[in-house]
């Protein structure tokens, strides 16, 4: 007896399949505008070669000895820098223009990494860490504020997301690479750092245009900003949420070889899997996420974040430090582009760099408070650490909550 095949055949099962794919793609990428894509190429070579910043400690100690406390007072004038950064970049951003303070930002970075990989001397690295700190991250309030002017809102956390996907992937891969590369020596580093702000810099003087808005005489400046209520607010949750997030590069590392006694190579291969996640997962998801509301949306990230932190008290291998990340990135993924969003729907046209400058100067505080805080409470133990840092979460997310029908109102 002879079987009768039902369904279309094999052939154009795969053609379908193919059309869907293609569908799915188009709908992740389509729809924005080229001068984004020369912003977000940039920014995927700038981070190719963002090779210094996770080394720096291993730099200092080895290749310039100086001990681990004077180690710690360089990183610590590099956070000085920081903290005016980007209130200098978000002024700049509105007053001079977005790709000039983008570009000017990128070559004085790659100015001050050559500075800093030849500087011999403590003053002369202290200096460079400085001036270091002050200009590698200007670049930002310029790049939000570019998004924000050229593409639609609708639009805006997928742009915003495909650019934190992109600075994910650069990232994961600079990391890999300058941890090869510092085996070589860590000139590599500087100079592979310095060209690759240099090509940013280039790329976004000529492919990305000017969108700075006319200033009108009555837009002000950081005053305006301050009075508003709901970004001031805004900033206060996202100082929270960075203060949790802070802790994957203070507080964890410290936990997991210190006191869990993982080894540097196990704590490593399950810290991977946050930038695979990322680079897997976020892309999925990220259109459907933009299209919620963003107040909710966030505020969910942030309760997740919160929780996976907290399960981190109960690490005591490998295994269970891979589970708590796989919970606190899917609240990462979760937040991806929506913070930049928001943002850019609060600000005024004529004044996006500087409520950008504030949003960034959440972060680099958290930067700056995280250590100072998380060193304490590691101290009394993993508990009282973990379990405030998952406390801060989800008081960020209820704080978000709260600010969100007024968020929804703009």
């Keep these: 007896m002879s079987t009768v095949s039902v369904g279309p055949p094999p052939q154009k099962q795969s053609q379908k399949q193919a059309q869907k794919a293609a569908q799915f793609f188009r709908a992740q990428i389509g729809g924005l505008p080229r001068p984004f894509w020369a912003l977000w190429g940039g920014t995927v070579v700038n981070r190719l070669g963002t090779m210094v910043m996770p080394f ?34 978000g002024v700049l951003t509105d007053r ?7 570009s000017g930002g990128m070559l004085a970075t790659a100015a001050c990494m050559l500075a800093l990989g030849y500087s011999t001397s403590l003053p002369a690295i202290l200096a460079a860490m400085f001036l270091l700190g002050l200009v590698i991250d200007v670049y930002r309030p310029a790049s939000n504020a570019l998004v924000a002017d050229l593409v639609s809102p609708v639009e805006r956390p997928r742009a915003y997301g495909l650019l934190f996907w992109g600075i994910n992937l650069g990232y994961a ?11 070589l020596g860590f000139v590599w580093l500087f100079w592979i750092d310095a060209v690759s702000s240099v090509l940013f810099a280039v790329l976004v003087w000529r492919a990305v245009p000017e969108t700075r808005p006319e200033a009108r005489k009555s837009a002000g400046g950081f005053g305006v900003v301050l009075r508003d209520r709901v970004m001031v607010g805004f900033t206060l949750v996202i100082l929270g949420n960075a203060l949790v997030y802070s802790q994957t590069m203070t507080m964890l590392p410290v936990a997991m070889t210190e006191v869990v006694k993982l080894s540097p190579g196990q704590y490593g291969l399950a810290m991977a899997l946050n930038g695979v996640l990322i680079v897997v997962v976020q892309p999925l998801v990220s259109g459907w996420l933009g299209r919620r509301d963003a107040a909710r949306t ?12 907290a399960m981190t008290a109960f690490v005591t291998n490998t295994l269970g430090l891979i589970a708590t990340i796989a919970v606190w990135t899917a609240g990462e993924i979760i937040t991806a582009g929506i913070p930049g969003a928001v943002v850019a729907t609060l600000a005024p046209a004529e004044l ?59």
Aim: charged share 5%; aromatic share 8%; net charge positive.
């Design 173 to 183: 891969f600079g990391m890999t690479a300058g941890g090869w590369l510092a085996g």
């Design 56 to 89: 720096t400690g291993v730099y200092l100690t080895q290749s310039r000895g100086l001990s681990l406390a004077t180690a710690g007072l360089v990183m610590g004038v590099f956070g000085a820098g920081s903290l005016l950064s980007q209130l200098l970049a």
């Design 298 to 309: 966030l505020a969910l990230g942030m309760a997740v974040m919160g929780a996976g932190f």
């Design 352 to 410: 996006r760099g500087r409520y950008a400058g504030l949003f960034g100067f959440a972060w680099s505080l958290a930067a700056v408070l995280a250590p100072l805080l998380g060193g304490p409470l590691l101290e009394i133990g993993t508990g009282a650490l973990w379990f405030s840092v998952g406390g801060v979460g989800v008081l960020s997310a209820a704080g978000l909550l709260l600010l969100g029908p007024a968020i929804r109102r703009r």
């Design 96 to 102: 001079i223009g977005r790709r000039a303070t983008l």
